[in-house]
């Protein structure tokens, strides 16, 4: 069955750096997403993505945050200035249609900011 | 504030038992739903959706939409130790793509 494919599935990263989260969407997927959840709290969405720009943000994709599809396949999500806040784990997520249909979401990048 | 809510729970059954959670959303503008597991540690999993007031049954789960109530619920039946994990609700709105997360409902399933 298709996967949504995140790497690194853990990274460490000193308050002040900036990182980037990569994620391989379905192939023939169209729609891509970051989705963001603070140990123990709800999932919270970021951003959408579709036909190289931005669709939607939430207020939580601020200056700092950034997303490119830089080829065919990658998808990234680049925190430019790390905060011990944003610790977490993001999810990619993508779906071949339009609109709410329920995604499939990747394994997860677990951020930890010290 | 466009919320999901579900009790966090934990709701314990007995194994075979059937596993009722609910959820309230206050968006009257949502129009699709979703019931995710989660288990710890990893990336939510799609399991049920539903667009339409009544009931979707597939395999062991029926889920339950009352928008006049905006109201979702999720029956799981012959409930298993593999079911035993955090049951997330998620809305849509047709036009856009995000969806809203309610906290989510722990479930342990004992055998």
């Known amino acids: 069955e298709p996967e949504v494919t995140q790497t690194p599935s853990h990274q460490v990263t000193q308050m002040g750096q900036e990182v980037i989260l990569r994620c391989v969407p379905i192939?023939?997927?169209?729609?891509f997403y970051w989705y963001r959840q603070i140990l123990g709290q709800k999932v919270e969405f970021l951003v959408s993505f579709y036909n190289n720009e931005i669709s939607e943000k939430s207020e939580i994709f601020d200056d700092q945050f950034s997303v490119e599809r830089p080829d065919g396949s990658n998808f990234t999500l680049k925190i430019r200035s790390t905060k011990l806040e944003d610790s977490a784990m993001y999810f990619c997520?993508?779906?071949?249609?339009?609109?709410?249909?329920?995604?499939?979401f990747g394994s997860g990048t677990r951020l930890t900011v010290v | 504030q466009k919320e999901v809510e579900q009790n966090s729970g934990p709701l314990s059954v007995p194994e075979g038992a059937i596993a009722s959670l609910n959820c309230t959303y206050s968006d009257r503008g949502s129009q699709s739903f979703f019931w995710y597991r989660q288990y710890s540690g990893k990336s939510p999993e799609l399991i049920m959706s539903i667009y339409s007031n009544g009931d979707k049954e597939d395999g062991r789960f029926t889920a339950q939409l009352n928008k006049a109530s905006q109201y979702v619920s999720l029956l799981i039946r012959d409930s298993q130790p593999s079911d035993s994990a955090t049951y997330l609700c998620a809305s849509g709105v047709a036009a856009g793509n995000k969806l809203t997360f309610g906290g989510g409902t722990r479930v342990l399933v004992k055998p």
């Open positions: 192939s023939n997927h169209l729609y």
């Open positions: 997520a993508s779906s071949r249609e339009q609109g709410a249909n329920g995604y499939t």
